[in-house]
Structure formats: structure tokens, C-alpha cells
T-cell receptor, first 115, second 114 residues
């Protein structure tokens, strides 16, 4: 149990285009999902907390208009990187928390390369 | 503010050696949770353990063991008789409570040589 999937696993796009990443909890409902970003050989940094049916909470320094988050159902959250630029190239990882377990389970991540 | 420090950036051992990963945390909360995650080269984070602030019992799971000491704000992780498959980056993390964000340490890269 507690499986989280992400799609796509990797994406290459041209500068200026938008990219959507999906995060799904496959065998449980997640009222809260989290989006992290990890640059090479660095730790994970939280970008935003996504709650089903409400607006996401962004961490300081993360542009909410650039990184659009939608949590439309208890099993799906999406992150859209709008007008992507090379500096947005990174490893994006989502996690989902099972209510009452106080543990986040992570997806396999999405590698984004913006040319 | 919460902070997690993993002082060791990289550890290299020979197979069958034991390896201990240090984790020191800072928090003003009386209730909190500590975690260890493993990140193999594939990138996916694998949950290893969760410990709440009121449970200082050490835990052993197979070749893995954890030593939680509130007095020194440490939550160290030991791999006994390491294997090549243990090669990965290991992250210690701290969370305030359920539904709260994880604060990660910088990670420790473990390389187990055959």
C-alpha cells in the first residue's frame, strides 16, 4: 500500500513552453500532497503544500504564478511549470500523506530538462 | 524554525562494514516527528522509519537500527554489515505534525564498495 505515481517520469521541453506533472495516490486518498524540487546533489526543498479543494500554500521564494498547483481530487495533484526556462530544470518530486499516519510517501519523481 | 543537519556529506565503506549516519535536528516544538528516507540512484525516496518525539526507544529492523536521543537532539542511523545495494543517499527529515511539511537534512551519500 501507499503507492504514489508521477507522470511523466522525465520531460524535455523548449524554453517558454509549459509542462504539467501529475501526482497520483494509487491506493489511498490523500487530503494533502506536497511538491518538492531537488537540484543535482542537493537536498529536497519544499515548493508548496497542496490541499484537496483549496488553494495551495507556497513556500517563500516560490512563484505561485509560475508553478501552478491544482489538487482537484483526493488522489490527484498537478504541478504546471508555466513558461519554463533552463533554470527550472530540476527533479520534481511529489509526496502524499495518509491521514492519521503522519508519514509522507513519495512518488518516483519527474526529471525536467528545459532547453 | 526547524533545521536538520547531516554533517557527513559522503561515506565510503567496504561491504560488510557497519556505517553510522548522523542526524542532528533543531526545533522549538514539543511534538514532532523524525524520519529517515533512502534515495537510490533511481531517485525515488523510500521511507525507512518514522519516530515521534515521545518515543525514544531505539529501533532495529533487519540490518538497520536507529538511535534517538532527545538530550542531544540526534537521530542517528546505523547500517550493519553493509551491502552494495545500500549505496544511496540517505536523508533525515523533521516534521512538526501530521499534514506538515518535511524539513530535510542535506543528505549523506553512502557508497558501499564490494
Amino acid at each position: 500500500g501507499a503507492v504514489v505515481s508521477q507522470h511523466p517520469s522525465w520531460v524535455i521541453c523548449k524554453s517558454g513552453t509549459s509542462v504539467k506533472i501529475e501526482c497520483r495516490s494509487l491506493d489511498f486518498q490523500a487530503t494533502t500532497m506536497f511538491w518538492y524540487r531537488q537540484f543535482p546533489k542537493q537536498s529536497l526543498m519544499l515548493m508548496a503544500t497542496s490541499n484537496e479543494g483549496s488553494k495551495a500554500t507556497y513556500e517563500q521564494g516560490v512563484e505561485k504564478d509560475k508553478f501552478l498547483i491544482n489538487h482537484a481530487s483526493l488522489t490527484l495533484s498537478t504541478l504546471t511549470v508555466t513558461s519554463a526556462h533552463p533554470e527550472d530544470s530540476s527533479f520534481y518530486i511529489c509526496s502524499a500523506e495518509i491521514a492519521g499516519r503522519e508519514t509522507q510517501y513519495f512518488g518516483p519523481g519527474t526529471r525536467l530538462l528545459v532547453l | 524554525a526547524q533545521k536538520v543537519t547531516q554533517a557527513q556529506t559522503e561515506i565510503s565503506v567496504v561491504e560488510k562494514e557497519d556505517v553510522t549516519l548522523d542526524c542532528v535536528y533543531e526545533t522549538r516544538d514539543t511534538t514532532y516527528y523524525l524520519f529517515w528516507y533512502k534515495q537510490p540512484p533511481s531517485g525515488e525516496l523510500v521511507f525507512l522509519i518514522r519516530r515521534n518525539s515521545f518515543d525514544e526507544q531505539n529501533e532495529i529492523s533487519g540490518r538497520y537500527s536507529w538511535n534517538f536521543q532527545k538530550s542531544t537532539s540526534s537521530f542517528n542511523f546505523t547500517i550493519t554489515a553493509s551491502q552494495v545495494v545500500d549505496s544511496a543517499v540517505y536523508f533525515c527529515a523533521l516534521s512538526k505534525a501530521a499534514g506538515n511539511k518535511l524539513t530535510f537534512g542535506g543528505g549523506t551519500r553512502v557508497l558501499v564498495k564490494p
